[in-house]
C-alpha cells in the first residue's frame, strides 16, 4: 500500500477563533515541552488569528517580560523548531499571571489581565483555561475562576476549560470531580484532554474503519478471532515516581487511553462526525465491558512491576528503587486484560490489553487478528497449521498498517509464507513536527470536543477499572517485582493468553521490517 494523491479532506480548512488561553501550571514541564510548542507550530502553520494570546499562570511573582525570557530558554533548550522568527512572533504573545491557586486575589489579578490582554489583541472576550496542573487543585481552581466570573458565557463570548488526566482515581472521586466542575461549568464547557486521541493513527482509525468498504463487513466476531492492544514503554518513572507511585498503570495509561483505543476499534459506525454522535458511540462501547467481579479479576488479569534489569543496553533500577517511590512499594507498573463485550458485534471475542514501563522497547499497537480458513484444505502439503491473518495498526513509534496474509513460495511444491501488505504514514512524505497537542488545542479553539472524554464515558471507563483497583488492593501482590526491566512483562500475562490457546503478538516481528 502506498499513498495515491487524492485531494485530502483537510479538517484544519480555518483559523481557530480569536481567544486568550491560560495555562495554570505554566512553570511545568508540560507547558514547556508540549503546550507552548504546540501553540506556537498552530501559529507558524498559520492556524491560529492575530487575535491570540497566551497567559501563563503559577505561584511565583513574575514580570512579563522575565516569564517571556525564562520560557523561551526552557522551550528552545527542548525543541529546535521553536527557534527563530516564528518564535519571536509568539513570544509577543506571552503574559504571565501569579498567586497561589487557593486564594481569590489570584482569580481577580487573572481577571484584571484578561481585559488588558483582551483589549491590546482584540481576543473577542474568548477565554480557554487549561489545567496543566495536578489534579488535586483541579477543583479549586474552576471553583476559583467560577467566583471571579470568568466562566461565564454571555454575548456569544464562549469559555473553555480544559482538564488534563488523571480524572479522578476512581468511580467515586471521578463523580466527585465531575460535580465539582459543573457547580460552575455546563458539560459543553469541559474539555477533557487525552493526548492519545491527537495522535494520527488513533485518528486515522476512523477513517481507517468508516472510509474503506472493505473493513467494516468483516469487522464482528463472525471473522475476528481476538483483539490485543499493546502500549509498551522501554522508559521507566522518570521523575515522576512520586505520583507514579500512588496512581499505577491501569490509572495511569488503561483507564483512559487504552479505553480509548478499545472504543475506536470497537464502536459502530456514528450516524455524522459531529462530536456528540462519535461519542455516543464510543460511550456504548465502554458501556458495553462487563465489570469483573472479585474473582474474574483474579482469573483475567495480570499485573506486574519490574525489577531491574537491562534496557538498550544499559542496566536500569528496579521500579523500587526509582525515586520517590516506596521501598516496599505493591503499584503496578504492567498490567494486562482480558476483557469482554457484550454487545451483538463482539460477543465472545476477547480483547486482550497490556501496558507496561520499562519493557523491550517503545511500541504500541493494535492487533486484529482474524479467524483461521474454515478448512484446512492445504493439509495434503503437510501443512496442517495455518497462522490467522492479522491486521496490525502500529501507533507509535512507527505509524502504519499491515495487513499479514499467506502467499505460496514459489517452486513445485506448496509452501506457505507469511507476507506483509504494508502502508507507512511516511509514505504521505515528511510532515511537520508536531507535540500530539496542535489537533486538540485547535479543536478545543473552535469547540469541537469529539476527540475529548465526555462525562459519560469517564464513568464508564472507571466502572470497569474501579473493580479491578478494588480486587488487586484486597490482594496484594505477592511477588514484586515479576518481570525484569527490558523483558516483555510477567510470565503470567503470556499463561493469560495461552489459556486460551492464544499468545502476544511481538512487537518486533511486526513492525521492524518496515
Ligand atoms: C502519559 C502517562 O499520559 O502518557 C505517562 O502519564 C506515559 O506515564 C505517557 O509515559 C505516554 O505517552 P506517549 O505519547 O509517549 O505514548
Known amino acids: 500500500m502506498t499513498a495515491t494523491d487524492e485531494k485530502p479532506a483537510c479538517a484544519f480548512d480555518r483559523k481557530a477563533d480569536p481567544c486568550i488561553i491560560v495555562i495554570f501550571g505554566a512553570a511545568g514541564d508540560l507547558n514547556k515541552r508540549k503546550l507552548l510548542p504546540a501553540l506556537h507550530n498552530l501559529r507558524a502553520n498559520r492556524l491560529l488569528p492575530d487575535e491570540f494570546a497566551v497567559v501563563g499562570v503559577a505561584r511565583r511573582e513574575l514580570s512579563h517580560q522575565v516569564f517571556r525570557e525564562q520560557t523561551t530558554r526552557e522551550v528552545q533548550a527542548l525543541s529546535a523548531t521553536t527557534r527563530g522568527p516564528s518564535w519571536i512572533d509568539f513570544a509577543a504573545r506571552l503574559y504571565y499571571s501569579y498567586g497561589d491557586f487557593g486564594e481569590g486575589a489570584t482569580y481577580e489579578r487573572l481577571a484584571a489581565q484578561l481585559i488588558e490582554v483582551e483589549k491590546r489583541h482584540h481576543t473577542a472576550g474568548n477565554v480557554v483555561f487549561y489545567l496543566a496542573t495536578p489534579p488535586t487543585v483541579f477543583a479549586e481552581i474552576v471553583a476559583g475562576l467560577g467566583r471571579a466570573g470568568l466562566l461565564t458565557e454571555r454575548d456569544g463570548k464562549w469559555r473553555r476549560v480544559i482538564v488534563e488526566k488523571p480524572f479522578g482515581r476512581d468511580l467515586a472521586s471521578a463523580e466527585a470531580l465531575n460535580y465539582e466542575l459543573h457547580k460552575v461549568l455546563s458539560e459543553k464547557q469541559i474539555y477533557r484532554i487525552d493526548h492519545y486521541l491527537g495522535k494520527e493513527t488513533v485518528q486515522n482509525l476512523l477513517v481507517f474503519r468508516f472510509g474503506n468498504g472493505v473493513v467494516e463487513p468483516i469487522w464482528n466476531r463472525r471473522y475476528v478471532d481476538h483483539v490485543q492492544i499493546t502500549v509498551a514503554e522501554d522508559l521507566g518513572v522518570e521523575r515522576r515516581g512520586g505520583y507514579y507511585d500512588k496512581a499505577g498503570v491501569v490509572r495511569d495509561m488503561i483507564q483512559n487511553h487504552m479505553f480509548q483505543l478499545l472504543a475506536l476499534v470497537a464502536m459502530e459506525p456514528p450516524s455524522t462526525l459531529a462530536a456528540e454522535a462519535v461519542r455516543n458511540e464510543k460511550v456504548k462501547v465502554l458501556e458495553a465491558i462487563r465489570p469483573m467481579s472479585g474473582d474474574e479479576v483474579i482469573r ?215
Not at 512491576?305 to 516506596?326: I, L, N, T
Not at 503496578?332 to 522497547?361: D, H, M
Not at 513460495?409 to 507507512?424: D, E, H, M, W
Not at 512483562?489 to 502476544?504: H, K, M, T, V, Y
Open 300 to 514: 483475567n488479569t495480570v499485573r506486574g512491576q519490574y525489577g531491574a534489569g537491562m534496557v538498550g543496553g544499559k542496566a536500569v533500577p528496579g521500579y523500587r528503587e526509582e525515586s520517590d517511590v516506596a521501598p516496599a512499594s505493591n503499584t503496578e507498573t504492567y498490567a494486562a486484560l482480558e476483557l469482554s463485550l457484550e454487545n451483538w458485534r463482539w460477543a465472545k471475542v476477547p480483547f486482550y490489553l497490556r501496558s507496561g514501563k520499562r519493557l523491550g522497547r517503545r511500541d504500541s499497537e493494535i492487533v486484529i487478528q482474524f479467524r483461521r480458513p474454515p478448512l484446512a484444505l492445504f493439509r495434503q502439503a503437510g501443512i496442517d497449521q495455518i497462522g490467522a491473518n492479522r491486521l496490525v495498526i502500529h501507533v507509535q513509534p512507527d505509524e502504519g498498517i499491515d495487513l499479514q496474509m499467506k502467499a505460496k513460495i514459489p517452486g513445485p511444491r506448496i509452501q506457505l509464507r507469511t507476507v506483509k501488505l504494508s502502508f507507512n504514514y511516511a509514505d504521505f512524505g515528511e510532515q511537520p513536527e508536531a507535540t500530539g497537542y496542535e489537533r486538540l488545542l485547535y479543536d478545543c479553539m473552535i469547540g469541537d470536543s469529539t476527540l475529548f472524554h465526555r462525562e459519560d464515558m469517564v464513568r464508564a471507563a472507571w466502572q470497569i477499572a474501579t473493580p479491578i483497583l478494588e480486587a488487586w488492593a484486597e490482594r496484594p501482590a505477592a511477588d514484586f517485582p515479576n518481570y525484569a526491566a527490558g523483558s516483555w512483562g510477567p510470565a503470567a500475562a503470556d499463561e493469560l493468553l495461552a489459556c486460551d490457546r492464544r499468545s502476544w503478538v511481538v512487537p518486533e516481528a511486526v513492525s521492524k521490517k518496515r
